[in-house]
T-cell receptor, first 113, second 116 residues
């Protein structure tokens, strides 16, 4: 079945430390890939997206993600986390030629001082 | 260019009442999608509409839920006879259509429905 997996329900990192949030998908062909961030009670903000081309994608707020076809992964990274990054992060895919955005269950990020 | 607009942002209903959620897509967008986010979960697709047409409603509950996107005016998600399990955040997204940008959906701020 087609799915998006975010294996970590929550992650805690110290401010200034590096961050990696994992995302794996299971689709026959490479879908379009997205990362969104959601603060409590707020809407979704698009961090970055991958459609094709360079597999390392730069996004807003210092985030980047790397698409690895062999691992069916699209992990999100940030070299130095700020307290304001505490939020819920959703990986999402849209199958090529499709229209439904399929979301992972999310990873909640906690940042400690 | 204003983004996707949703109103109301918060809606409280008692069990058995009707809830109407409105979504105005971005200017120039003719495709609208509705998603539901239950507490502590990710978003789930509900329905995809183009002007005056429902393209895919495979994610809509079979009863009490309906959606429309008229020629003029916003898209409406309607929930009749609400129950506590309908409490969720409902997000609308829009896209302009076309091949490359077809899958790029822009999300609204959501409507948070609370059923008492």
């Amino acid at each position: 079945a087609q799915s998006v997996t975010q294996p970590d329900i929550h992650i805690t990192v110290s401010e200034g430390a590096s961050l990696e949030l994992r995302c794996n998908y299971s689709y026959g062909a490479t879908p379009y890939l997205f990362w969104y961030v959601q603060s409590p009670g707020q809407g979704l903000q698009l961090l970055l997206k991958y459609f094709s081309g360079d597999t390392l994608v730069q996004g807003i707020k210092g985030f980047e993600a790397e698409f690895k076809r062999s691992q069916s992964s699209f992990n999100l990274r940030k070299p130095s986390v700020h307290w304001s990054d505490a939020a819920e992060y959703f990986c999402a895919v849209v199958p090529t030629g499709g229209f439904k955005t399929i979301f992972g269950a999310g990873t909640r990020l906690f940042v400690k001082a | 260019n204003a983004g996707v607009m949703q109103n109301p942002r918060h809606l409280v209903r008692r069990r058995g009442q009707e809830a109407r959620l409105r979504c105005s897509p971005m200017k120039g967008h003719s495709h609208v999608y509705w998603y539901r986010q239950l507490p502590e979960e990710g978003l789930k697709f509900m329905v995809y509409l183009q002007k005056e047409n429902i393209i895919d409603e495979s994610g809509m509950p079979k009863e009490r839920f309906s959606a429309e996107f008229p020629k003029e005016g916003p898209s409406i998600l309607r929930i009749q006879q609400v129950v506590r399990g309908d409490s969720a955040a409902y997000f609308c997204a829009s896209s302009p259509g076309g091949s490359k940008s077809y899958n790029e959906q822009f999300f609204g701020p959501g409507t948070r429905l609370t059923v008492l």
